[in-house]
C-alpha cells in the first residue's frame, strides 16, 4: 500500500469533482481527484444539456469556458406547449438573463483539459475506492490505482462528489443521516436524433398524450424525450413508434412538427427526488448528486453541483488557507437552502407539466389549472423564469463575467 498525503481528496471527476479540483487550484489548495471511470467514458457522458448563466459566467472566469461562446448557444427563452400552441417564456426579458445550451460531456471535456494544462492530480480507472477513516482533522481514503498499485490517501478533507450511488456518503452513519427521497410516478423514454434542430428554443410539451420535451445537442444531434411509465421498455419501441409518439405530443393548429431522423439511441430515465441531510461529516462533504438528485425537468443537477462546490470551496479555502472554520461548520447549512429551493422548483415544474397516472379528476383538472396559469400570467412566467436562469451563485473567489 503506497502512503500518499494532500490536503483535499475528492472523489469523482463529473461536475463537481472537476470544478472543485478547479477552485482549489485557483486558491493554491492541493488535491487529488480519483474516479473509476477513464478519460474517455468521463468524456463520452451524455446527460445534462442546460447550463445557467452563473455556471457559464464561472467557467469563463475560470478560463474553462472558451469553447461555450463558439460551439453552445445562448437561448433567451423557452417554449411552452400547451395543447398544441406555444407560449414563450421571455428568459432575459424577465430577468435580464440566459441559459447556455451546450452538453455535459462537452463541459467535463473542456475541465479535464483545463486540469490537464494545469497540471493537477486527476487519477483516472481507479477501482475500490472506500473511506477508510474519518477524523476531526481529517480523513483516508483507499484506492488502487490504474496502475493496480494500492493507494491510501490521507487528507485534510475530503468531497464526496462521486454521484447518485456515492460511497463517500456511507461515510455518513446512519444514525446522523436523513435520506428524504420521492420516486414520481412516470419517467422518461429519451432518445438521441440525428436530425437538424425542430425550433430555435427548447419547448415544453404539456398535452392529453402527457409531457414532451424538445431539447437539442449539436445542430445534427437532437435531445428529445416523452413521458412514459417507468417500467417503460425501449424494445418495445421502433424509431417509427417513437417519431409518431412525439409528434403527436407537440402537434396543434398552428402546424408545428419535428424534424424526423434516425434515432441514434434511446433510454428511461426514472424521475426521482433525494437529499441527503446533512451533508457534511466531521471532514466529509458531498456535493452534486452525491447529496441531491433532482427531476430532470427543471434542468438543475449540474448546476446545483456547480453551485455547491462554489460553496465548498470557499469553505475549505477559509478552513486550509485562512484556518477559519466558521464557513465550513456552516456548508451543510448554506447548500441545503439552496437545494431545497430547486428541489421546490424542479418538483413543481415536474408535477406541473406532467399527467399523474390514475390522478383523480379534481387534481388533474388542479395540475391543467397550474399550466393555464403559467402561460396566461406574467408573474407566474416571471418566477418560472426566475428559477430557470438560476439564481446566483454565492461568492466564488472568481469574479463573474457578463455575457
Ligand atoms: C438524462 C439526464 C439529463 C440531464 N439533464 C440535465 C440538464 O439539462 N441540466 C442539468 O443541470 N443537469 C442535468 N442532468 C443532471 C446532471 O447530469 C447531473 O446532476 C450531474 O452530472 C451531477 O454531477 P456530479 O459531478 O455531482 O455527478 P456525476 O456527473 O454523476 O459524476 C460523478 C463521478 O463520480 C464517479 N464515481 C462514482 N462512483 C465512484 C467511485 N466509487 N469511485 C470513483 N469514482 C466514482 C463517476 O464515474 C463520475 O465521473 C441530467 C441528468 C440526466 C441523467
Not at 277 to 304: S, W, Y
Request: charged share 25%; with cysteine.
Amino acid at each position: 500500500m503506497r502512503q500518499e498525503r494532500t490536503r483535499v481528496a475528492v472523489v469523482g471527476a463529473g461536475p463537481a469533482g472537476l470544478v472543485l479540483a478547479m477552485l482549489l487550484a485557483r486558491e493554491g489548495i492541493d488535491a487529488v481527484v480519483v474516479d473509476h471511470r477513464t478519460r474517455e467514458e468521463i468524456e463520452g457522458t451524455v446527460r445534462a444539456g442546460i447550463l445557467e448563466q452563473g455556471t457559464v459566467e464561472l467557467l469563463d472566469a475560470c478560463g474553462a469556458g472558451a469553447r461555450i461562446g463558439v460551439d453552445g448557444a445562448r437561448h433567451d427563452g423557452i417554449g411552452l406547449r400547451v395543447d398544441g400552441t406555444t407560449h414563450r417564456v421571455d428568459l432575459r426579458g424577465h430577468t435580464g438573463r440566459s441559459v447556455w445550451l451546450y452538453p455535459q460531456h462537452e463541459v467535463l471535456t473542456d475541465l479535464l483539459a483545463w486540469h490537464r494544462d494545469h497540471h493537477t492530480d486527476l487519477r483516472l480507472g481507479v477501482s475500490g475506492a472506500t473511506v477508510a477513516e474519518t477524523g476531526a482533522d481529517g480523513a483516508v481514503v483507499t484506492f488502487t490505482g490504474a496502475d493496480g498499485v494500492p493507494v491510501e490517501l490521507a487528507c485534510e478533507a475530503l468531497a464526496g462528489c462521486d454521484g447518485s450511488r456515492s460511497v463517500v456518503r456511507g461515510a455518513i452513519p446512519d444514525r446522523m443521516r436523513t435520506d428524504h427521497f420521492r420516486a414520481l410516478p412516470f419517467a422518461w423514454f429519451g432518445v438521441l436524433l440525428d436530425a437538424p434542430p425542430s425550433a430555435k428554443e427548447l419547448v415544453y410539451a404539456s398535452s392529453e398524450r402527457g409531457f414532451a420535451l424538445i431539447s437539442s445537442r449539436t445542430p445534427t444531434v437532437q435531445r428529445m424525450y416523452f413521458q412514459c411509465d417507468p417500467a417503460e421498455s425501449t424494445s418495445d419501441w421502433s424509431d417509427a413508434r417513437i417519431l409518431d409518439e412525439l409528434q403527436a405530443r407537440v402537434a396543434g393548429a398552428d402546424g408545428f412538427a419535428l424534424v424526423e431522423g434516425p434515432v441514434l439511441t434511446r433510454d428511461v430515465i426514472p424521475m426521482r427526488s433525494y437529499v441527503c441531510e446533512p451533508m457534511r461529516h466531521r471532514r466529509v462533504f458531498l456535493a452534486g448528486d452525491a447529496a441531491h438528485t433532482v427531476p430532470p425537468t427543471g434542468a438543475k443537477g449540474l448546476n446545483l453541483a456547480v453551485a455547491d462546490v462554489v460553496l465548498l470551496a470557499g469553505a475549505l479555502t477559509d478552513l486550509l488557507v485562512h484556518r477559519r472554520d466558521e464557513a465550513v461548520d456552516r456548508y451543510a447549512a448554506d447548500a441545503a437552502r439552496r437545494v431545497w429551493r430547486t428541489q421546490q422548483f424542479s418538483y413543481h415544474l415536474t408535477t406541473t407539466l406532467h399527467p399523474e397516472p390514475g390522478a383523480d379528476p379534481f387534481d388533474e383538472r388542479r395540475r391543467r389549472a397550474a399550466v393555464e396559469h403559467l402561460v396566461t400570467s406574467q408573474r407566474a412566467a416571471a418566477e418560472l423564469a426566475e428559477g430557470y436562469v438560476g439564481w446566483p451563485l454565492p461568492g466564488a473567489g472568481c469574479s463573474g463575467t457578463t455575457r
